[in-house]
């Protein structure tokens, strides 16, 4: 393999370790959102930061898994 191609598999990578950590933090501030609005008796709120944070949860997890094989 060269060089070139080498080093941009390395940084495709890294790019994607750091997508994956984004993509769990924002999981981690929705269910926060989503507990907030639960306690606030905010159903529709609580539901809508409930499925966006299990959406954030699956890609991580799928993009962690697509990154391990």
């Known amino acids: 393999m ?3 191609a080498r080093v941009a598999q390395e940084q495709a990578a890294e790019s994607n370790n750091w997508m994956i950590y984004l ?3 924002v999981a981690g501030l929705l269910v926060g959102g989503a507990w907030s609005a639960y306690k606030s008796d905010n159903k ?3 539901v809508i930061m409930a499925v966006l944070a299990a959406v954030a949860t699956v ?3 799928m993009w962690l898994i ?3 094989t």
């Open 44 to 46: 529709f709120l609580t």
């Open 59 to 61: 890609g991580a997890v």
């Open 66 to 68: 697509g990154a391990m």
């Open 23 to 25: 993509l769990m933090l």
């Open 2 to 4: 060269p060089p070139i």
